[in-house]
């Protein structure tokens, strides 16, 4: 079967057995917190278990390496909306070792692009618009570096809060040990 009708199928009965009642919560944190982290696979359930958090508990914003590529990009609007509109009052990045925006390779995701169907033409005029691919689709080196910078830029957003502590951790996505990078209580 294919995917969306695996879904489909399975979620009618999902609703018609009422397994959503203990999911029942509301849309503000009962932890007053938001969490920005990687969308990596192993973090999927690993990451709420391992910081004892649920459904309910938190806002939890994710992309591709935790980053925040831009001050005014969605990921740091949806911070803000977070602690303006939904009570957040405390904002955790989370990166994770192993982390696939870790040392990309931004020439093999072009490769892959070019393979796939993207002409080098399209890639070209890109280019000369002024966009450079291979900028956009670096990662990082470092994860504690990254996840530094990250804190960084949400602590020195001119639209944040003053009194938001902005906390920086690195989780190992095998065991969910967490290692503490940036003491947001501190500064
Ligand atoms: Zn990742």
């Keep these: 079967m294919k995917l969306l009708n695996e879904i489909l199928t399975y979620n009618e009965q ?49 992309n591709a390496g935790a980053l925040i590529m831009h001050p005014f990009g969605s990921i740091m609007r949806s911070i803000l909306i977070a602690i303006y509109e939904l009570q957040a009052e405390e904002v955790f990045i989370i990166g994770h070792h192993d982390c696939g925006m870790s040392g ?28 450079n691919i291979a900028d956009w689709l670096h990662g990082f ?12 830029i949400v602590k020195k957003h001119p639209l944040l809060p003053a009194d938001i502590p902005v906390h920086g951790l690195v989780i190992d996505p095998e065991t969910g040990k967490l290692d503490l990078v940036v003491n947001g209580y501190k500064d």
């Design 14 to 62: 999902f609703v018609a057995e009422k397994k959503y009642e203990e999911f029942v919560t509301t849309k503000f944190p009962n932890k007053r917190m938001v969490i920005l982290t990687c969308m990596d696979t192993r973090l999927l359930e690993l990451l709420p278990k391992a910081l004892n958090v649920g459904n309910g508990d938190v806002k939890l914003v994710k």
């Design 104 to 131: 990309i390779k931004a020439e093999n995701v072009m490769g892959k692009m070019r393979e796939r169907g993207i002409k080098k033409e399209m890639l070209e005029t890109l280019a000369y618009s002024g966009i």
């Design 141 to 152: 080196n470092n994860v504690s570096e990254s996840v530094a910078h990250s804190v960084d």
